[in-house]
T-cell receptor, first 112, second 114 residues
């Protein structure tokens, strides 16, 4: 499985944008970039995914570099509820939903 | 609530005892996954089922661990002769058809072996 690298922790202030980076230099052409997050004492929850183009949904935006070797999850206006561990995961396309290989993720702290 | 549900939420057991956890996936989801998560780490894959067939098992799943999914609905994960190293959060997830890309997780069962 292609590996992802994320900072261990990041900190931001409430109501400000947050940019969470992820490096995946060994990504293959059919790998989708997925983001999950895990709130305290909860199971992980899906945030967003993309292949090549930038993606937006109600939770976040995903910006994918042109060479696909990195991506950034963008929370446009962080709230205290966004404090969580964020995981960037690559999933091989064409094989449907598969097991997820989690790294250590980025622990995001939001200051009031 | 139609999400993935796990039971019990917490379990404390003595070393050497057997424990069994249950997972009820989202109705109609044909894939079901078990993960284990220790403090400060990301979840680690243990095993997954497509309907009632167990298709993959991680090396982490020693012979003391067994998982079943009779009739392709709920699943159970049993740990025999528990050890202190088995203390962890056990997470279950389910997903829909082969084209689905999103897995839905339960809240987990926290196991403490004393």
């Amino acid at each position: 499985d292609a590996k992802t690298t994320q900072p261990n922790s990041m900190e931001s202030n409430e109501e400000e944008p947050v940019h969470l980076p992820c490096n995946h230099s060994t990504i293959s052409g059919t790998d989708y970039i997925h983001w999950y997050r895990q709130l305290p004492s909860q199971g992980p929850e899906y945030v967003i995914h993309g292949l090549t183009s930038n993606v937006n949904n109600r939770m976040a935006s995903l910006a994918i570099a042109e060479d696909r070797k990195s991506s950034t999850l963008i929370l446009h206006r962080a709230t205290l509820r966004d404090a969580a561990v964020y995981y960037c995961i690559l999933i091989r396309g064409g094989q449907g939903a598969q097991k997820l290989v989690f790294g250590q993720g980025t622990r995001l702290t939001i200051n009031p | 609530d139609t999400g993935v549900s796990q039971d019990p939420r917490h379990k404390i057991t003595k070393r050497g005892q057997n424990v069994t956890f249950r997972c009820d996936p989202i109705s109609e989801h044909n894939r079901l996954y078990w993960y284990r998560q220790t403090l400060g780490q990301g979840p680690e894959f243990l095993t997954y089922f497509q309907n009632e067939a167990q298709l993959e098992k991680s090396r982490l799943l020693s012979d003391r661990f067994s998982a079943e999914r009779p009739k392709g609905s709920f699943s159970t994960l049993e740990i025999q002769r528990t050890e202190q190293g088995d203390s962890a959060m056990y997470l279950c997830a389910s997903s829909a058809t082969l084209q689905a890309t999103e897995a839905f997780f339960g809240q987990g069962t926290r196991l403490t072996v004393v």
